[in-house]
């Protein structure tokens, strides 16, 4: 199970672009890469998932390179709301075991 | 998109008692059920995993008798943390996949207080 490596912290003012890299030297080809956003005293939520070059949904983009060892979650405009812990997962997600092992995360700290 | 409940959402228990966590999929069918704990100010970790039907595979260092774990539906898993103690004071996770793999989807999670 590929394990990843976060930043433990940043800090970013609102409206700004915020990107956290993750880097992931070990994943497999199977492997996909997906970010949770996580709130205190609640569940990791869903943020957005992806396997290679760019994905882009309506809350964030994913980029990855084409040696897949890195992804980098971009968040546009930030708010004061996305203030949270961001973690990122790689793993297979057909297979049950894996996905499972959650990194320290990234703690966002968005700031007026 | 999917949904995954957690019932009750915080619990407090005298030490020595048992407490028993419920998981449903509201609205999709898991056939693979997993249980995390998170301290304060630390990330998930995986307890156990658990498959509609037969027994859950545990993590390394979790007791299996102290943390008892039901998957019996499609729809429904359980944890019962038995003879509680305060160190087992935790926030208590669970995900569900559904029938196709794919994403993980999480529930809310129970704030469990041993006092």
């Known amino acids: 199970l590929a394990k990843t490596t976060q930043p433990i912290s940043m800090d970013s003012y609102e409206g700004q672009e915020v990107n956290i890299t993750c880097s992931h030297n070990?994943?497999?080809?199977?492997?996909?890469i997906t970010w949770y956003q996580q709130f205190p005293s609640q569940g990791p939520r869903f943020i957005i998932q992806?396997?290679?070059t760019k994905v882009t949904n309506e809350v964030a983009s994913l980029f990855i390179p084409a040696d897949r060892k890195s992804s980098t979650l971009s968040l546009p405009r930030v708010s004061l709301s996305d203030t949270a812990v961001y973690y990122c997962?790689?793993?297979?997600?057909?297979?049950?075991?894996?996905?499972?092992?959650f990194g320290g995360g990234t703690r966002l700290m968005v700031k007026p | 998109g999917a949904v995954v409940s957690q019932h009750p959402s915080r619990v407090i228990c005298k030490s020595g008692t048992s407490v028993k966590i419920e998981c449903r999929s509201l609205?999709?069918?898991?056939?693979?059920m997993f249980w995390y704990r998170q301290f304060p100010k630390q990330s998930l970790m995986l307890m156990a995993t658990?498959?509609?039907?037969?027994?859950?595979?545990?993590e390394q260092g979790v007791e299996k008798d102290k943390f008892l774990i039901n998957h019996a539906s499609l729809t429904l898993s359980t944890l019962t943390v038995t003879s509680a103690h305060p160190e087992d004071s935790s926030f208590y996770i669970c995900?569900?996949?559904?029938?196709?793999?794919?994403?993980?989807?999480f529930g809310p999670g129970t704030r469990l207080t041993v006092t």
């Open positions: 070990n994943i497999a080809t199977n492997d996909y």
């Open positions: 997962l790689v793993g297979d997600g057909d297979n049950a075991g894996n996905m499972l092992t």
């Open positions: 995900s569900a996949k559904g029938l196709a793999g794919g994403e993980q989807y």
């Open positions: 658990s498959n509609e039907g037969s027994k859950a595979t545990y």
């Open positions: 609205d999709f069918q898991a056939t693979t």
């Open positions: 992806g396997y290679k």
